[in-house]
């Protein structure tokens, strides 16, 4: 197994032990947001997009929260864009002159 493929591998686990590690301790929100941000950016995972979510409406500071939900919208844009092209490069092109 090369170096990258243990990076990989070990940042894997770190995402794994993250989540539920969370759920067990206290921190605040704005950290909390922070760190499961971080996990969703690697996994892509809708319940860490959603508990990214949950953390930052628990922000009190408007702005502060304002700015959390806009990076996590932002993130999520991101994750959906590239399946949104895949998707649309399957999809044949339009014929609405019905030529061959």
Known sequence: MDNQQQ???LRGQIINELTPLMESVTVEPQQKFA???????NNGSSDSFRAAYEAANKIEDNNTKLDALVELLEEIEFQLRPREES??????PSNPDNQP
Request: glycine share 0%; net charge positive; hydrophobic share 55%.
């Open 35 to 41: 760190i499961l941000l971080l996990a969703s950016r």
């Open 7 to 9: 990076l990989f591998d």
């Open 87 to 92: 998707t649309a490069k399957n999809v044949p």
